[in-house]
């Protein structure tokens, strides 16, 4: 960890990215209060996972636990795991069901379902004696709350006032994105594990928005041409930077082309399964998109790679540590033949994903190459210097984009 | 001739010494040809839920498990050390035993370092033929839902 203070210069180039933006406690603190409770919108559960009034589960923005609730007017809740009296979680279990109220375990202080204060223990005192102030107004304390919207059955949150209505935050493209995958659908929760990242958060987002990387470390992905740089597809980055999706599609009429060949590239080697199955998909979608990457700034992905689907929410807990929360999705259509293949083709991602794997480990190599570089900067040139929407993959204009936003909440 | 709890016993011990060992090719061997391999989460567990970690329902998709692991997959070099419990016998047949073993796996990492990688235990089916015993399921339920970093070699 790096105690110094590093001076950000405003630059013009989104190309460069100094090294100690992964390693500094202040650029740490900053980001907490800037952008996890800056105007953005974050993820904090599915729909599906609060059915019911009472219904609740506790996730985190940034560093901070927040209560995710339904109650009996059907709306989704959320406020700050934080009792008002003197800062104790409120709520200790992760999730659960038929919850009335919440009361802190330290010294009984109640809360409703929309984190309103509704009971002090001993307020009255005992016998006349003791007890609070008269002048103490519950309705004048309380966790913050947090403002919410659900877009497709994705429930995000978010601290700030002046975040944008989310559909104005994601833009027209990455909204239709999103509809594409979850649209219409009832989602089923099919498992979850968190990925516990040996690196910053932010070098798990730029991997994310990496389409230039896919087909050169993750082998398994194009061995058996699932991704291609050359094949059909393109990225989309939205207006701000932040948001991108990365796509592809098998085009049957291209055979293996001469570029990959001439780049010697380990991903050219003759590896064939001995069950194939794993990767007889479906046809969900209709439109031959095999590959759907989705990020949504600064730490939502949402993912499509044949027929396994899934969200990933990523989770600050140090400067060198990240969780990745990964949520497998069915959907409440599938037959038990489709559910199957969801469950082989999930094989493909986590943290023992034949193409997630990699990405879980990579993010700690930077980590560690850059450790004695912290005056040192990346370079972002693949594919020129904007962050723009391109049909080209071999590109690193979404993870441009990421800075170019970063930089803009951050005021760098 | 062993009792059929040695059987289970040597045939765990097996299993663990051969990824400890690291002679990956022979691990899809320890199951039938039709088999269930999962790693899933004491959560999911619990809570029904039947997505995995790692899922394969035949030993075709262990062996792809190797081969990915020996030629496609990129990881730091890294070993396991699996401390097994003794095997509870849940319930047994001429044909068929289901058993539950506790596990604690170390992992080594090339830099040196050892740590507690994951805690769990073995569902186990065993089969019965021809008087030998061989898994024709193996869930492996994690303590934790916290994977750290990555999980490679199989459990």
């Known amino acids: 960890m790096l105690h110094e203070t590093h001076k950000a210069t405003r630059t013009e180039t989104l190309t460069r990215v100094p090294y100690w933006v992964f390693q500094t406690a202040e650029t740490y603190r900053q980001e907490q209060e800037r952008i996890f409770q800056g105007p953005s919108w974050h993820y904090l559960a599915l729909e599906v996972e609060l059915p019911e009034p009472g219904d609740f589960r506790v996730t985190k923005i940034g560093e901070t636990s927040v209560v995710v609730t339904r109650d009996d007017d059907g709306e989704i809740y959320a406020f700050e795991n934080r009792c008002a009296h003197r800062g104790a979680l409120i709520c200790l279990d992760n999730c659960g069901k038929g919850k009335k109220d919440f009361s802190c375990v330290y010294h009984a202080w109640t809360y409703d379902r929309q984190g309103n204060l509704r009971g002090i223990a001993f307020k009255d005192g005992i016998k006349g004696k003791g007890g609070m102030p008269e002048s103490f107004r519950m309705e004048d304390h309380g966790p913050r709350k947090l ?173 060198d540590k990240t969780d990745l929360n990964w949520t497998y999705l069915g959907f409440a259509d599938d037959t038990p033949e489709q559910r199957l293949v969801r469950m082989k083709q999930n094989n493909l991602v986590g943290p023992a994903g034949y193409i997630s794997m990699e990405d879980g480990c990579v993010g700690g190599f930077v980590q560690r190459g850059i450790a004695g570089a912290s005056e040192e900067e990346a370079i972002l040139e693949m594919g020129g210097s904007q962050a723009q929407s391109s049909e080209s993959r071999v590109t690193e204009a979404s993870v441009r984009g990421f800075w170019k936003a970063y930089r803009s909440n951050m005021g760098m | 001739m062993d009792s059929l709890y040695q059987q289970i016993t040597r045939a765990q011990a097996d299993y663990a010494r051969c990824i400890d060992d690291d002679r990956l090719e022979e691990w899809p061997d320890h199951f039938h040809g039709s088999c269930i391999y999962k790693i899933t989460t004491a959560a999911n567990q619990r809570e029904g839920l039947e997505g995995a970690i790692i899922f394969a329902n035949s030993k075709g998709m262990l062996k792809d498990r190797v081969s990915a692991l020996r030629e496609a997959n990129i990881y730091e070099r890294q070993s396991y050390r699996h401390i097994l419990g003794q095997p509870s016998i849940l319930q047994e047949s001429a044909t068929e035993v289901r058993s539950e073993t506790s596990f604690l796996v170390a992992r080594i990492v090339q830099d040196g370092d050892t740590d507690i990688f994951a805690t769990g235990r073995y569902l186990d089916l065993y089969k019965i033929e021809d008087g030998k015993v061989r898994l024709d399921e193996r869930i492996v339920v994690c303590d934790s839902s916290r994977i750290d970093t990555l999980l490679a070699l199989p459990l």
């Open chain 1, 147 to 319: 403002r919410i919207a659900i877009l497709h059955g994705l429930i995000f949150g978010s601290f700030s006032e002046e975040v944008p209505p989310i559909e104005e935050y994601l833009g027209d493209e990455i909204c239709a994105r999103i509809e594409r995958v979850l649209g219409g659908r009832k989602p089923v929760v099919l498992g979850r594990v968190t990925q516990a990242l040996p690196n910053n958060w932010k070098l798990y987002m730029e991997n994310v928005k990496d389409s230039y990387h896919a087909s050169i470390l993750h082998l398994f992905f194009t061995t058996f041409e699932l991704n291609r740089l050359s094949l059909k597809g393109g990225i989309i980055v939205d207006e701000s930077g932040g948001h991108h999706v990365s796509y592809s599609a098998i085009d049957t009429s291209v055979q293996k082309d001469a570029e990959y060949s001439k780049q010697q590239l380990r991903s050219e080697s003759e590896y064939k399964l001995a069950d194939p199955s794993l990767l007889q998909g479906f046809e969900e979608y209709h439109d031959g998109v095999t590959l759907q990457i989705l990020s949504v700034f600064p730490t939502f992905v949402l993912q499509q790679i044949q027929n396994a689907v899934a969200v990933r929410q990523i989770v600050p807990r140090a400067i």
